[in-house]
Nanobody, 122 residues
Framework: QAQLVESGGGSVQAGGSLRLSCVAS????????MGWFRQAPGKEREGVAQ???????IYADSVKGRFTISKDNAGNTLYLQLNSLKPEDTAMYYC????????????????WGQGTQVTVSS
């Protein structure tokens, strides 16, 4: 059964760093797009960053220069390095994966994790 499990969230002060991980299991294809999304209370979900199996990377303007998306060679683990965190980065962060053969950028993803909370205090 395909599954995505995030970890690494926590509470930090502004200017701090966190590294989120997303372990993908049960997937058998090697062409895909994966992404990180976030949703703050009362706000719509927004895309943060995407990376596909060919290595194409896309960032939201709000996180460019501060966040870095990466994956391991096997594509089993997705990472998001969060630096220079701001209070407005506070949200539940989710990872997502596309169906077979789909590349980035994408607006729809078939598989989602349960999320990991990031809280940034001023």
């Amino acid at each position: 059964q395909a599954q995505l499990v995030e970890s690494g969230g926590g509470s930090v002060q502004a200017g701090g760093s966190l590294r989120l991980s997303c372990v993908a299991s049960g997937f058998t294809y090697t062409t895909y797009c994966m992404g990180w999304f976030r949703q703050a209370p009362g706000k719509e979900r927004e895309g943060v960053a995407q990376i596909d199996s060919a290595g194409r990377i896309i960032y939201a303007d709000s996180v460019k220069g501060r966040f870095t998306i990466s994956k391991d060679n096997a594509g089993n683990t997705l990472y998001l390095q969060l630096n220079s965190l701001k209070p407005e980065d506070t949200a539940m962060y989710y990872c997502a994966k596309s169906r077979w053969g789909q590349r980035c950028p994408r607006t729809d993803f078939a598989y989602w994790g349960q999320g990991t909370q990031v809280t940034v205090s001023s």
